[in-house]
C-alpha cells in the first residue's frame, strides 16, 4: 500500500504507511508543542510534550514516535491530549527558572512560546527550584544550564551531525545535568548550531550575551563567502550593524546547518581595523581626504604611471578570491577596456604556469549518497566542514573513505588514512590508473608504462573497481604540489574509468565566481606571479593582504613596494603592508555590506542583498569600480544597480580551462616537504578580525607538525619553531614532511 487515510481532528489525510505522526501533522499545518523533536535529528521521545489522543489506545500517545497505520483517528486538541500537554508543561516548568526577562533566547524560546499555549499562569509548586552551575565551554558558546529541559538535542546534535559528541548527560533523576565531557570545553567546527537547535536558553550564543531581544532585529537572507559551498544563512541586524547570524535552509546546499566560521565571522565587521576614510599618500604622508579627491588621485596616479604613456600592458589587476561575482566582472571589463589582460585572482599558487583544472562534477546533497570516496591533500573537518558533514553522512551508510594525506586528520568519520608524503601523491595515482585500465583491457598510456603500482595503489584501485558511487576530492593541500596539475589530470582519468565523479576543492570562496567573471589573464596576459616578477608600473588591487594572501609573500611585497609603482587598494580593513606599498587607499564594504553573487562549488550563483550598509565612508567595491570607470570616461558602465550586472554578467560564457595537458611523473623534489596552510580560522581577512573565533581552540591552532625522525633530521623538538611556527612532534605525519597550520601571516616565513 503506497498510501493510507489516517483522521486528525476529523479530517481525513493521505500518509505513508508507517510515517511518523509528527511528520504528517507537521506537512498539514496541525500545531503540535514539541521540544525534544528535530526534523534533522533522531527521535529521543524525552520530553513528552507532543503527547496526542489516538482512537482505542487508552493512554496519550507522542507523535513524534508513533508510526501511523490506516484507518488511525487521532486527536491532537480534545480534552485528553490538551490535558497531558499541559501536565508536561508544568513538569517541565517547575525546574525551568522565571529569567525570562534576561535570558537571550526571550522571544524565540520555543518554551516560552510553548508555555503561552499550554502553561498555566499560576504555578502549583512552592518548592525551591534546581540549580546547575553554567560550564565554560568555550568563547562560542553561553551556557545557563539551569534553563535545560533535558531534550538531548546537543547531545544528538554531536553524535549524530558534527560527529563529537562533546556534550551529554550525567547523574539520575533530579540530578540529570547536560554537561560537556570534557574540560577544554567543545571544539567542534559545527558547534554553533548546538545553540540553534536548543529550544531554550540554555545554549546561547556568547558573542551576542545580553546584545538584543529577537524581535529588535531585522533579518537578512545571505550567503556564506568563506568556502565553496555558500551555506544559505541569516545576517540579523540593528542599527545598520551585524548583530548575529544564524543558519538558513537550503536542503541542496547546506541543509539546516552552518560551519561556525560562517556563523561567527561577522564579529570582524566591528573590528578597530576596519579601513573607514578614503586616504592618498602625498610626500609619504597619508591624508584622509573626500571621496572625489581620492579617485581623482587614484585616476591621475593610473594615467600617468600607466595609461596615458600607453603601457596599460605594465598595469595588473588582482584581487582576493573572496569578492563577489559582479565584483570580479566589473574590474575585468574596466580593466579590459582600458587593455590590460594582467588580471588575476589566484595569489597563493607557487606554480601558475602548470594549474590544477578539475571540474566538480557531483552535487553536494549527492556526496550522502556515495558509497566509495578517495580524499586527497585535505584536512576535510577544517577545512571543508559542510562537505565533511556530508561525506560522513555517506559513510554512516556504509560509504568507504579513504584518504592520502600528509598526516592523519580527524575527520570524525571512519577513515583509512594513508600518510604519504606529497611527493608520492603522483606515483600511487599512477599505481591505480594502471590497476583500474588494466581491468578495463585499455592499455596503459607511455607516463604511466614503467610504474609498478604499489599495494596501497591496487587497494585504492580495488576499491573504486567496486564502487557504483565513488566520487575522488581533491584537496587544498595539493595546489602547490610540483606534480599539482599531473595529479588533477589522473583524478579526472580514474574517475572517467569507474564511473565516478570528482571534487575539486582546491581552490576558495568565490573562485568558482572569479572564473565565471573571466577573472583570469588571456591574450597574453601575465598571471600572478609573473605580475610580481615583471617591470609593472601600476597596480590595481581588490582587498588584498599580501602577509597572508600570496604563495610568493615577499616578492609580492617587494613588487608593490617599488618607488615607480602607483598602487590603488580598495580594502575593508587597514593593514600595515597595504599602507607601505599603496598609493591611494579605498574603503570598501565587506561581506554583508554589499550585494552581488557567490557561485559555489554546484555551480549556483547565489545572490545576495547588502544586510547593512558600510560603515562611515566606505562604498560597496562594485561602486567604486563602477565610478572609477566613468571617471576614465569607458563606455558600457551605466549601471543604476547590481541587478543590471548581475544580468550582464549572467549572459557571459563560463570560461573554460584547457583540460588536455601532457602528464608528467617525473618532477620530485627531495628536500623535506612542507604543506603550509593557514589554520581553518586565518584563512580571510573577515576571519581574521572575528574576536571569538580567533581565541576558539581551532582559531589557536598554530603549529608545525613533523615525525620524530623528521624532527630529528632537522634538528628540532616540541617548543622550538619551524618557519616561525612552533614545532609539535607527532607520529602520524608522513616522513620528511610538515604540515604547517598557522594562524600567522606568512611574510617571511613560507616563501624559501
Ligand atoms: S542544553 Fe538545550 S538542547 Fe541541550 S539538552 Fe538542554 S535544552 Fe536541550
Ligand atoms: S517531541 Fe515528542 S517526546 Fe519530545
Redesign the pocket.
Known amino acids: 500500500m503506497d498510501s493510507i487515510s489516517i483522521e486528525i481532528d476529523g479530517n481525513i489525510v493521505n500518509a505513508k504507511p508507517g510515517e511518523r505522526l509528527i511528520t504528517i501533522t507537521d506537512r498539514e499545518g496541525i500545531s503540535v508543542p514539541r521540544f525534544c523533536y528535530h526534523k534533522k535529528l533522531s527521535v529521543s521521545t524525552s520530553c513528552r510534550m507532543c503527547l496526542v489522543d489516538i482512537e482505542g489506545v487508552p493512554k496519550p500517545q507522542t507523535a513524534c514516535s508513533t508510526p501511523v497505520s490506516d484507518g488511525m483517528k487521532i486527536h491532537t486538541q480534545n480534552e485528553k491530549a490538551k490535558a497531558s500537554q499541559k501536565a508536561v508543561m508544568e513538569f517541565l516548568l517547575i525546574n525551568h527558572p522565571l529569567d525570562c526577562p534576561i535570558c537571550d533566547q526571550g522571544g524565540e524560546c520555543e518554551l516560552q512560546d510553548v508555555a503561552v499555549g499550554y502553561g498555566s499562569d499560576v504555578s502549583r509548586f512552592s518548592e525551591g527550584k534546581r540549580v546547575v552551575a553554567p560550564s565554560d565551554i568555550g568563547p562560542l558558546i553561553q551556557t545557563d544550564m539551569t534553563r535545560?529541559?533535558?531534550?538531548?538535542?546537543?547531545?544528538r546534535f554531536g553524535s549524530e551531525i558534527a560527529g563529537i559528541m562533546e556534550?551529554g548527560g550525567t547523574g539520575r533523576g533530579e540530578d540529570l545535568k547536560?554537561e560537556p565531557f570534557l574540560a577544554e570545553g567543545i571544539t567542534s567546527e559545527l558547534s554553533g548550531n548546538m545553540i540553534d537547535?536548543?529550544?531554550?536558553g540554555?545554549?546561547t550564543s556568547k558573542p551576542f550575551r545580553y546584545e538584543l531581544r529577537s524581535w529588535q532585529m531585522a533579518s537578512a537572507d545571505s550567503v556564506a563567502r568563506h568556502d565553496l559551498v555558500g551555506s544559505n544563512l541569516y545576517a540579523q541586524t540593528y542599527k545598520g550593524l551585524v548583530k548575529r547570524v544564524v543558519s538558513g535552509d537550503n536542503e541542496l546546499v547546506n541543509e539546516t546547518w552552518i560551519s561556525d566560521r560562517d556563523r561567527f565571522s561577522y564579529e570582524g565587521l566591528a573590528h578597530d581595523n576596519r579601513l573607514l576614510l578614503p586616504q592618498i599618500k602625498v610626500e609619504g604622508q597619508w591624508k584622509e581626504v573626500e571621496w572625489n579627491v581620492a579617485l581623482d588621485f587614484a585616476i591621475k596616479g593610473l594615467n600617468k604611471n600607466a595609461l596615458n604613456s600607453r603601457k596599460a600592458h605594465k598595469l595588473g589587476g588582482l584581487a582576493s578570491s573572496t569578492a563577489t561575482t559582479e565584483e570580479f566582472y566589473l574590474m575585468q571589463k574596466m580593466l579590459r577596456e582600458i587593455g590590460c589582460e594582467n588580471i588575476d585572482y589566484r595569489l597563493n599558487i607557487n606554480n601558475l604556469d602548470d594549474p590544477i583544472h578539475l571540474d566538480s562534477n557531483i552535487k553536494l546533497s549527492d556526496l550522502e549518497c556515495v558509497d566509495n570516496v578517495l580524499v586527497i591533500g585535505a584536512n576535510l573537518r577544517l577545512e571543508q566542514p559542510m562537505i565533511n558533514l556530508r561525506l560522513r553522512k555517506a559513510q554512516l551508510a556504509g560509504a568507504t573513505i579513504s584518504a592520502l594525506n600528509v598526516k592523519a586528520f580527524d575527520y570524525i568519520h571512519k577513515t583509512n588514512h594513508s600518510t604519504v608524503s606529497p611527493n608520492e601523491i603522483a606515483t600511487i595515482l599512477a599505481g591505480a590508473l594502471k590497476v583500474i585500465l588494466k581491468n578495463n583491457s585499455l592499455e596503459a598510456p607511455s607516463y604511466i608504462a614503467n610504474i609498478n603500482p604499489s599495494e596501497l595503489s591496487i587497494n585504492l584501485a580495488d576499491k573504486l573497481l567496486d564502487s557504483e558511487r565513488s566520487v575522488i576530492v581533491l584537496g587544498e593541500h595539493v595546489i602547490n604540489n610540483t606534480q599539482a596539475a599531473s595529479i588533477a589530470q589522473m583524478v579526472a582519468e580514474i574517475a572517467k574509468q569507474v564511473n565516478g565523479k570528482t571534487l575539486n576543492v582546491t581552490s576558495s570562496a568565490n573562485s568558482l565566481g572569479a572564473q565565471h567573471a573571466h577573472f583570469l589573464p588571456k591574450n597574453k596576459g601575465m598571471n600572478t606571479n609573473e605580475m610580481l616578477a615583471a617591470d609593472m608600473s601600476a597596480f590595481l588591487l581588490l582587498d588584498i593582504y599580501p602577509e597572508y594572501d600570496f604563495h610568493h609573500s615577499n616578492s609580492a611585497v617587494e613588487a608593490l613596494s617599488k618607488e615607480d609603482v602607483f598602487v590603488v587598494s580598495l580594502n575593508s580593513f587597514n593593514n600595515e603592508l597595504v599602507a607601505q606599498y599603496s598609493d591611494v587607499l579605498l574603503p570598501m564594504a565587506a561581506m554583508y555590506e554589499t550585494s552581488g553573487s557567490h557561485v559555489n562549488i554546484n555551480h549556483d550563483m547565489q545572490s545576495f542583498a547588502a544586510a547593512v550598509k558600510a560603515p562611515e565612508e566606505a562604498k560597496p567595491a562594485w561602486k567604486i569600480l563602477k565610478v572609477f570607470a566613468d571617471l576614465l570616461e569607458l563606455q558600457g558602465f551605466h549601471y543604476e544597480n547590481i541587478t543590471q550586472v548581475s544580468e550582464e554578467l549572467k549572459h557571459q560564457k563560463i570560461y573554460k580551462y584547457k583540460q588536455d595537458i601532457a602528464i608528467e611523473l617525473g618532477k620530485k623534489s627531495s628536500a623535506i616537504e612542507t604543506i603550509w596552510m593557514h589554520s581553518a580560522y586565518h584563512s580571510d581577512a573577515l576571519l581574521r578580525h572575528a574576536k571569538s573565533l580567533s581565541s576558539s581552540k581551532i582559531g589557536q591552532i598554530n603549529s608545525a607538525s613533523m615525525n620524530t625522525a623528521t624532527a630529528k633530521e632537522l634538528s628540532l623538538e616540541c617548543g622550538n619553531t619551524y618557519l616561525g611556527v612552533p614545532v609539535v612532534v607527532s607520529d602520524t605525519v608522513a616522513d620528511r614532511c610538515v604540515f604547517v597550520s598557522s594562524n600567522k601571516s606568512t611574510h617571511m616565513g613560507r616563501e624559501s
Open positions: 535545560c529541559i533535558h531534550c538531548t538535542r546537543c547531545v556534550m547536560i537547535v536548543c529550544p531554550v540554555a545554549l
